[in-house]
């Protein structure tokens, strides 16, 4: 299996750079090929606007989604954005690695997904949901959330960590095709002990020691969503 990390987090020696660390580990003696894209380390620029695009569909006025779909007719991404959609085409499962930062994920994570999930690159054409580009491939969420388990429950002060990856599994993984599986997470990895942080990187090694038996959590359909389109449009 081909895998891609994307990891988002710009302290080397934090916890989720030790959870990339014991992925990349326990997923290459598995036998899977891995790819980490360590978005600080590379100083990945999350701005999406002229800068993804080497040729121009329209040099008076940008329309983003016009220009993308050029551009992923005409080869006219840049180099280094071709290099990312070419890891995530490649790619059978992505993780996503992050801490929860203000309800969501880190910046430069969002705007890797808003430049390398490209009109024409992740969707497009009708193709959403369980038809979406990259239906086949299989996604899930890696994170640190900095309180703990009570806190994001249904009666906690910031709801269900689902109501937080609501957001993300629906309205972008699921939306672009990917199978969705359970997320991992970690509560409040910084108060924990040694061993605690010990035990959590142990349990997430034997998570990831069969992807396949993870479940896969609901997903819109396409014909559900496009009879709700329909519906408000009429």
Request: overall charge negative.
């Amino acid at each position: 299996m081909h895998i891609l990390i994307v990891h988002a987090h710009h302290e080397p020696t934090s916890f989720n750079a030790a959870m990339t660390e014991r992925a990349v580990a326990v997923l290459t003696d598995a036998g899977h090929q891995v790819i980490v894209s360590d978005l600080y380390a590379m100083g990945f620029d999350p701005v999406s606007d002229r800068r993804n695009f080497d040729s121009v569909a329209n040099p008076d006025r940008l329309d983003q989604q016009a220009e993308e779909k050029w551009a992923s007719a005409q080869q006219g991404f840049t180099a280094d954005l071709q290099a990312e959609i070419n890891k995530l085409r490649r790619a059978d499962l992505v993780i996503f690695q992050f801490p929860i930062w203000w309800m969501a994920m880190p910046a430069i994570m969002k705007g890797w997904i808003d430049r390398v999930f490209a009109l024409g690159v992740a969707y497009g054409g009708g193709r959403w949901f369980d038809r979406g580009v990259l239906a086949g491939k299989k996604a899930m969420l890696s994170v640190t959330m900095g309180g703990g388990p009570g806190a994001y429950s249904a009666d906690g002060v910031y709801g269900s960590a689902e109501s937080v990856f609501h957001p993300i599994h629906r309205g972008i993984l699921g939306f672009v095709g990917f199978d969705v599986i359970e997320p991992f997470i970690v509560y409040g990895p910084g108060r924990m002990s040694d061993d605690q942080r010990t035990q959590a990187l142990a349990d997430y090694a034997a998570r990831l020691t069969d992807i396949d038996a993870i479940p896969v959590l609901p997903q819109l359909q396409a014909d559900a969503f496009e009879n709700f389109v329909r519906k408000r449009q009429a």
